[in-house]
């Protein structure tokens, strides 16, 4: 047969599905071809409005383009949540709770009237203006029930043929906590557990509580945990959540707000702690972190118990994790080192981001019957799922930018870029396609040497803009992991989702007077060979670094340990306080003239900060994105 008809008559029959996901916060959108994830972004990295809740046309826009079709070839498009059955469970909450709520009724009622009611009109509309056509031209619209979004996103591109699946988050529809079993290509539900008992917004109660914001800070309450003693353990167990041994829990609502109001906790919340909820960029107490502490060992405990439960109830070897608590890498590496299950994998996105593939695998395996073909390690790709340039695109962006650059190649590449690096240099790094999910794994990353004493306060303080008490994360060279982490020996963790111990022979013991020392004081304190990794309670959120997934990233810690012997690098998202990790070589280029970074590079293309023209545009963007 012709070759060139072989391929058309094989697109031909390719099924070509779009899983959105959009209109609360984090939108994303995903392309599945034949149950094979092509391409998926989030909105925030093309519009530069971090958390964008928009209908997202710039990334649907790439996901076509990456795959080469247009919205006409689509065989479906996916949305990642039931919009009526939410408002049920809406206006069943405002009348259960009436007459009080009606502050947050009023609020919410005119957006809902207006556009979220009839979603399936806005997404229709939406969906012709970007294709340009009339909507009886669009493919078939789907709707699939949050929950389901999430635990098709961990199970599905898994490497198990057969495990528990556990999703854990704010509230979707109606449910909070779910429980599944995945087996082939198969998702069966077990149980769950339905607002307004949440564990989720219990976790963001407590986040806004201590002066952070609700649906982004969460991560800020975890990282400022170590620095606290967890005192209010007792407290919230016997006041605030009513935890069974199972792991199934209720909330207490007298103490909170969300179902009836326009902020998380109330007075009563307040009266318990015996203070006021800490206001927005006021200092840090030790109170705040104590507090902190002591959310983060209770949500620990709940999924540990759940986790036991669901193992229990399965028999199952393995577990999935996904929703925004799977995010909680704390909690994670703890449950894969407290067991039950032989190991866990969690969906890079576990948010609503992720929910666009999790709601675009559903329709492939669900509707349209396919087949699940089981990838090792898994079906993410490293989550490179994002947009790449050319070398072309590169020098047209970096010129227009009036950027001064040097094009190397790789052999001359790694090992100056090294010599940059071992010298105490702090780098951008911008190369191949970029991550889908919040965490940057070296596509779009900052990076320096986890050995200087200095690297982590100035990241902080002159390249992110950010609370000094944030630790960074180590990227390390997979078959070394066990050299540096309580990690058994090729544990794998490419998404940086894992929390482990430094390991014991490269900590630096601490004195008698730095023991006693409370709240970011500690931060003062040397504690390992790898100090800007290091986090106070001597944890780190590991990245293992593969070369099959991310060959050029892998090369350049290859090349820095063979120079210095360490098989680590400091990595952080390429972003600065308030704003998106970058995606294109302009946003590159322009979050490196904004910050103390020493160096950039993008792809092959090698820039020094001393060598550029000065940067005419005022620092007026440091206060125009929202405090977070």
Known sequence: MDENLNDKITQIYMTNILGISAYYHDSAAALVVDGKIVAAAQEERFTRKKHDPGFPAEAIKYCLQEAGITLSELDSVVFYDKPLVKFERLLETYIAYA????????????????????????????????????TAALPQLLFTEHHHS???????????????????????EWATTTAWLGEGDKLTPLWEIDFPHSLGLLYSAFTYFTGFKVNSGEYKLMGLAPYGEPIYVDL??????????????????????????????????????GRPARKPESPLTQQEMDIAASIQVVTERVVQ????????????DYLCLA????????????????GPFKDIWIQPAAGDAGGAIGAAL????????????????DAMQGSYLGPKFDAEEIRKQLTAAGAVFEELPDDKLMPQLADILANENVLGWSQGRMEFGPRALGGR??????????????????????????PFAPSVLAERVSDYFELKAGQRSPYMLMVA????????????????????????????????VTHVDYSARVQTVHPETNPRYYDLLKTFSDKTGCGVLVNTSFNVRGEPIVCTPEDSYRCFMRTEMDYLVVDNFLMAKKDQPVWEQDESWKNEFELD
């Open 150 to 172: 999430h635990a098709a996103s961990a199970f599905f591109p898994s490497p198990y043929k057969k495990a528990a699946v556990l999703c854990l988050d704010g509230v979707g």
């Open 305 to 316: 118990r759940l986790a036991k439960s669901i193992h229990k109830e399965t028999g199952a």
């Open 501 to 532: 111990p430094i390991k014991k022979s490269l900590r630096i013991a601490m004195t008698d007077d730095q023991q006693q020392l409370f709240g970011v004081d500690k931060l003062k304190v040397i504690r390992s060979e790898l100090p800007a």
């Open 445 to 470: 990353s900052i990076i320096g040497d986890p050995r200087s004493k200095k690297m982590q306060s100035i990241m902080n303080l002159k390249i992110k803009y950010r609370e000094s008490f944030r």
């Open 362 to 377: 559903i329709a492939w395996h669900d509707y349209y019957h396919g087949a699940r073909t089981l990838e090792q390690p």
């Open 99 to 134: 007459p009080k709520g009606i502050s947050s009724f009023v609020a919410a009622m005119p957006v809902w009237l207006k556009e979220k009611l009839y979603l399936k009109s806005t997404l229709k509309k939406e969906l012709a203006k970007l294709g340009r056509c009339k």
């Open 323 to 338: 929703g925004g608590v799977a995010l909680n890498c704390v909690s994670n590496g703890k449950l894969l080192t407290n």
């Open 236 to 273: 919230i167990l016997d006041n605030l959540l009513d935890l069974k041994e199972d792991g199934t829990f209720r909330l207490n609502m007298q103490y909170f707000n969300y179902c009836t109001g326009l902020t998380m906790t109330n007075k009563r919340f307040a009266k318990l702690f």
